[in-house]
C-alpha cells in the first residue's frame, strides 16, 4: 500500500511530455540555428534543412552532461562544484560565459563567484535559461526543486546575474507546465519566482503587456530591443522576453508560436528551442505537429562536449535520453523530501514539503530564494553532516594594504547541535584578523550563531591566486572540515 504522502506520477503521461520536451527542443533549435546572431527582424517559413538532419546544439549538449552528472553524483549531493567538474572535463566549448567560468574554476575560484569575477558583460546572456529543461523533467511539477538545480547549475557561469535569474524563470515554466495547461497562469507564478525588479521580470512584463494591449508582435519585440540596448546584444532578458512573446502571440499554436520567436531575430537558436521544449512538455506527442516531428526524427547531433566519456557516448537519440531522464525523477524527488513512485493510474502531488529537509539543495530558506544571496559567495564544501557557505563583501581581489570581510557560514544537517572548532592556514602576504575561532551550529539547518567572521589583508606582495584553507573540527566528529577561500592578487 503506498503511503498517503508520497508522489504518484503516471509513468506514460511523464514519458510523453519528456520525449516530447527534446523532441521540440531539437526542432526549435534545427529551425533556429541557420539564423543565429541576426539583429532585424526575420521571416523565417521553416525548417531550411535536411529532412532527418537534426542541427547539433549546445542548449541541448550541456544537458546531456547534466544527466550524467545527476546519475553518477546522485541527487543527494549534485551542487554547483559538482557540475563544475563536469564543466571542467567534458565541456571543450569555450566561448563567452562559458570560457569565463572555467577560466576562472581551473584559477581556483568556485561557483557562484566563478561566474561573477571577469564576467560584468556576459553574465547576463543566454547560456543559462536555454539549459534549463532537465531539471525541469527530474522534477515535474516540482518548480521550487527544478529551481534550485538549475540555480546551481546557472550560477557557474553567470554568477548572481540576469543570465541565473532567466535559468530561474524557464525552469519554473517548464516545471509547472508538466501539470498546468494556462500559459498565461504558468507565466503569472514563474514570474513570482524570481526578483520583481530584475531585467528578466521586466522584459516578460513587456511582452505581457504589449500582447494585452493589442500591439504587433513586431512593434513589442522592437520595444524589447529598446530596453536592453544598455547591456548590448545576444542578452538573457530580450531573449527570454521573444520566447513570451512567441508563446502569447502563438496563442496555442506549435509553429506559430516558435516561428514568432525565431523571427525576433537575436539568438534564435535558443529561442526556438525553449518553446519547442515548453510547448512538448504542455501539449505532450499530441501537440507537436506531426509533419515536423518527422522532419526532425529522434537523433541527437552534439557540437560542444567531449564524446570520449563513457556515459555519454552511446546516448544518441531523444529516446534513450527520455528513458534515462525517467530512470532519475524518483530518486530525484525523493531526494528533495518528495517520496515518489510510479504508478499507472492518476497522478497525484503532493503540497507540502516535510518541515526538516535532508536534501543537500534543500536545507534551509538561505536557499529557496537563491537570487537573495550577496553578490560574491562561494559554495565552500558540502557532505552529510556539514555544509560550508563563504560571503564576500566585495570582490575578493585585494592590492596591498586593501581588505575584504568574510563570513564563513556553517549549516548543521545533524539532529543535535556541534561546536565547529576552526582554523586557518594562510598563504604568505595575507594577514587575518585572527586565525582561530569556535562557531555553535544549532541542530539540523537551524540559523543560530552558524556564522564566523574574519577580514583578510593583503599585507605585501601576493601570488596571483591565493588558497587560505580553512579547517574545521565538528565536535565529536574524526575527521575535519577543509575547504579553500580564493583570494585574487590585483
Same mark, same amino acid.
Given at each position: 500500500m503506498?503511503?498517503?504522502?508520497?508522489?504518484?506520477?503516471?509513468?506514460?503521461?511523464?514519458?510523453?511530455?519528456v520525449?516530447?520536451?527534446w523532441?521540440?527542443?531539437?526542432?526549435?533549435?534545427t529551425?533556429?540555428?541557420?539564423?543565429e546572431?541576426?539583429?532585424?527582424?526575420?521571416?523565417?517559413?521553416?525548417?531550411?534543412?535536411?529532412?532527418?538532419?537534426?542541427?547539433p546544439?549546445?542548449?541541448?549538449?550541456?544537458?546531456?552532461?547534466?544527466?550524467?552528472?545527476?546519475?553518477?553524483?546522485?541527487?543527494?549531493?549534485?551542487?554547483?562544484?559538482e557540475?563544475?567538474?563536469?564543466w571542467?572535463?567534458?565541456l571543450?566549448?569555450?566561448?563567452?560565459?562559458?570560457?569565463?567560468?572555467?577560466?576562472n574554476?581551473?584559477?581556483?575560484?568556485?561557483?557562484?563567484?566563478?561566474?561573477?569575477?571577469?564576467?560584468?558583460?556576459?553574465?547576463?546572456?543566454?547560456g543559462?535559461?536555454?539549459?534549463s529543461?532537465?531539471?525541469?523533467?527530474f522534477?515535474?511539477?516540482?518548480?521550487?526543486?527544478?529551481?534550485r538545480?538549475?540555480?546551481?547549475?546557472?550560477?557557474?557561469?553567470?554568477?548572481?546575474?540576469?543570465?541565473?535569474?532567466?535559468?530561474?524563470?524557464?525552469?519554473?515554466?517548464?516545471?509547472?507546465a508538466f501539470?498546468?495547461?494556462?500559459?498565461?497562469? =504558468?507565466?503569472?507564478? &514563474?514570474?513570482?519566482?524570481?526578483?520583481? +525588479?530584475? %531585467?528578466?521580470? $521586466?522584459? @516578460?512584463?513587456?511582452?505581457?503587456?504589449?500582447?494585452d494591449?493589442g500591439?504587433?508582435?513586431?512593434?513589442?519585440?522592437?520595444?524589447l530591443?529598446?530596453?536592453?540596448?544598455d547591456?548590448?546584444?545576444?542578452?538573457?532578458?530580450?531573449?527570454?522576453?521573444?520566447?513570451?512573446?512567441?508563446?502569447?502571440?502563438?496563442?496555442g499554436d506549435?509553429?506559430?508560436s516558435?516561428?514568432?520567436?525565431v523571427?525576433?531575430g537575436?539568438?534564435?537558436?535558443?529561442?526556438?528551442?525553449?518553446v519547442?521544449?515548453?510547448?512538448g512538455?504542455?501539449?505532450?506527442?499530441?501537440?507537436i505537429?506531426e509533419?515536423?516531428?518527422?522532419?526532425?526524427?529522434?537523433? =541527437?547531433?552534439?557540437? &560542444?562536449?567531449?564524446?570520449?566519456?563513457? +556515459?555519454? %557516448?552511446?546516448? $544518441?537519440? @531523444?529516446?534513450?535520453?527520455?528513458?534515462?531522464?525517467?530512470?532519475?525523477?524518483?530518486?530525484?524527488?525523493?531526494?528533495?523530501?518528495?517520496?515518489?513512485?510510479?504508478?499507472?493510474?492518476e497522478?497525484?502531488?503532493?503540497?507540502h514539503?516535510?518541515?526538516?529537509?535532508?536534501?543537500v539543495?534543500?536545507?534551509?530558506?538561505?536557499?529557496?530564494?537563491?537570487?537573495?544571496?550577496?553578490?560574491?559567495?562561494?559554495?565552500?564544501?558540502?557532505?552529510h553532516?556539514?555544509?560550508?557557505?563563504?560571503?564576500?563583501?566585495?570582490?575578493?581581489?585585494?592590492a596591498?594594504?586593501?581588505s575584504?570581510?568574510?563570513?564563513?557560514?556553517?549549516?548543521?544537517?545533524?539532529?543535535?547541535?556541534?561546536?565547529?572548532?576552526?582554523?586557518l592556514?594562510l598563504?604568505?602576504?595575507?594577514?587575518?584578523?585572527?586565525?582561530?575561532?569556535?562557531?555553535?551550529?544549532?541542530?539540523?539547518?537551524?540559523?543560530?550563531g552558524?556564522?564566523?567572521?574574519?577580514?583578510?589583508?593583503?599585507?605585501?606582495?601576493?601570488a596571483?591566486?591565493?588558497?587560505?584553507?580553512?579547517?574545521?573540527?565538528?565536535?565529536g566528529?574524526?575527521?575535519?572540515?577543509?575547504f579553500?577561500?580564493p583570494?585574487?592578487?590585483?
Amino acid at each position: 500500500m503506498i503511503p498517503k504522502d508520497v508522489v504518484k506520477l503516471n509513468y506514460d503521461y511523464i514519458r510523453d511530455k519528456v520525449y516530447a520536451c527534446w523532441i521540440g527542443k531539437n526542432i526549435g533549435g534545427t529551425i533556429g540555428g541557420p539564423f543565429e546572431g541576426r539583429r532585424e527582424i526575420l521571416d523565417v517559413p521553416g525548417f531550411t534543412t535536411q529532412k532527418g538532419d537534426p542541427l547539433p546544439n549546445d542548449d541541448l549538449d550541456l544537458q546531456l552532461i547534466w544527466l550524467c552528472a545527476m546519475e553518477e553524483v546522485g541527487p543527494y549531493q549534485l551542487g554547483s562544484n559538482e557540475i563544475g567538474d563536469y564543466w571542467l572535463s567534458y565541456l571543450p566549448a569555450p566561448w563567452n560565459e562559458y570560457g569565463i567560468g572555467k577560466a576562472n574554476m581551473r584559477a581556483g575560484i568556485p561557483a557562484p563567484l566563478c561566474g561573477e569575477m571577469n564576467n560584468g558583460y556576459w553574465r547576463h546572456s543566454n547560456g543559462a535559461w536555454i539549459r534549463s529543461e532537465i531539471w525541469a523533467c527530474f522534477a515535474p511539477g516540482y518548480p521550487e526543486v527544478a529551481r534550485r538545480y538549475a540555480f546551481a547549475d546557472a550560477c557557474i557561469d553567470h554568477g548572481m546575474g540576469e543570465g541565473t535569474v532567466a535559468e530561474q524563470f524557464t525552469a519554473t515554466m517548464e516545471s509547472l507546465a508538466f501539470f498546468n495547461n494556462d500559459i498565461r497562469d =504558468i507565466l503569472n507564478k &514563474s514570474l513570482e519566482a524570481i526578483p520583481a +525588479n530584475s %531585467r528578466v521580470a $521586466r522584459a @516578460v512584463k513587456t511582452a505581457m503587456d504589449g500582447y494585452d494591449s493589442g500591439k504587433p508582435w513586431q512593434d513589442v519585440r522592437n520595444e524589447l530591443v529598446r530596453n536592453s540596448e544598455d547591456i548590448g546584444w545576444f542578452m538573457a532578458p530580450a531573449n527570454v522576453g521573444y520566447v513570451v512573446l512567441g508563446l502569447l502571440y502563438g496563442e496555442g499554436d506549435f509553429k506559430k508560436s516558435m516561428l514568432t520567436a525565431v523571427n525576433c531575430g537575436d539568438d534564435t537558436d535558443c529561442t526556438g528551442a525553449t518553446v519547442g521544449a515548453f510547448l512538448g512538455i504542455l501539449g505532450g506527442t499530441k501537440g507537436i505537429p506531426e509533419d515536423w516531428a518527422d522532419f526532425i526524427g529522434d537523433e =541527437i547531433v552534439t557540437v &560542444s562536449i567531449d564524446r570520449t566519456f563513457n +556515459n555519454i %557516448r552511446y546516448l $544518441r537519440t @531523444v529516446d534513450e535520453l527520455t528513458q534515462r531522464v525517467m530512470n532519475m525523477i524518483p530518486s530525484v524527488l525523493t531526494a528533495n523530501n518528495l517520496p515518489c513512485v510510479w504508478t499507472s493510474g492518476e497522478s497525484v502531488l503532493i503540497d507540502h514539503f516535510p518541515p526538516c529537509p535532508s536534501g543537500v539543495l534543500h536545507d534551509s530558506a538561505y536557499d529557496r530564494d537563491p537570487m537573495n544571496r550577496p553578490q560574491y559567495i562561494i559554495e565552500a564544501y558540502n557532505n552529510h553532516i556539514m555544509r560550508a557557505v563563504v560571503e564576500f563583501d566585495k570582490e575578493p581581489a585585494l592590492a596591498v594594504g586593501e581588505s575584504v570581510n568574510v563570513t564563513v557560514r556553517f549549516v548543521n544537517k545533524l539532529y543535535i547541535p556541534v561546536n565547529v572548532d576552526v582554523r586557518l592556514i594562510l598563504p604568505e602576504g595575507i594577514s587575518a584578523d585572527k586565525k582561530t575561532t569556535r562557531v555553535y551550529c544549532d541542530h539540523c539547518f537551524r540559523d543560530k550563531g552558524d556564522k564566523a567572521h574574519f577580514t583578510f589583508t593583503a599585507a605585501e606582495e601576493m601570488a596571483p591566486i591565493n588558497r587560505i584553507i580553512v579547517e574545521g573540527i565538528v565536535t565529536g566528529r574524526h575527521t575535519p572540515i577543509l575547504f579553500e577561500i580564493p583570494i585574487i592578487a590585483k
